[in-house]
Nanobody
Framework: QLQLVESGGGLVQPGGSLRLSCSAS????????IGWFRQTPGKKREGVSC????????YYSDSVKGRSTVSRDNAKNMGYLQMNSLKPEDTAIYFC??????????????????????????WGQGTHVTVSS
């Protein structure tokens, strides 16, 4: 059974930091790009970051750019999303997902690249992040 598991969420004060982890079992995560998405009630899931299978390309949405760092450790079959300077608007459920294309290709809207959920074929259950004082 394919399985991705997120961890590292929790309650943090504004300005604080969290490191989310994504672990994979059964399959080698190194064969896939790892995407990070987040969702809040009533809103569409948003792709916030991605790292290619070879780690030579990373993507950040405008909402987290400059405050987050995506990384991976293929030897440990793990992916990570370090989030700093957290804001209340970062409160969401965060999901990791695998992209068999390996490249975090996304698609272009205007002058921006946006991740496409359709590129990702397996998802974790999510980890809750709450940013509040």
């Amino acid at each position: 059974q394919l399985q991705l598991v997120e961890s590292g969420g929790g309650l943090v004060q504004p300005g604080g930091s969290l490191r989310l982890s994504c672990s994979a079992s059964v399959f080698p995560l190194g064969d896939y790009a790892i995407g990070w998405f987040r969702q809040t009630p009533g809103k569409k899931r948003e792709g916030v970051s991605c790292i290619s299978s070879s780690a030579d390309y990373t993507y950040y949405s405008d909402s987290v750019k400059g405050r987050s760092t995506v990384s991976r450790d293929n030897a440990k079959n793990m992916g990570y999303l370090q989030m700093n300077s957290l804001k209340p608007e970062d409160t969401a459920i965060y999901f990791c997902a695998r992209d068999p294309g390996g490249t975090c290709a996304g698609y272009v809207i205007g002058d921006r690249i946006v991740l496409s959920e359709a590129d990702f074929d397996a998802w974790g259950q999510g980890t809750h992040v709450t940013v509040s004082s």
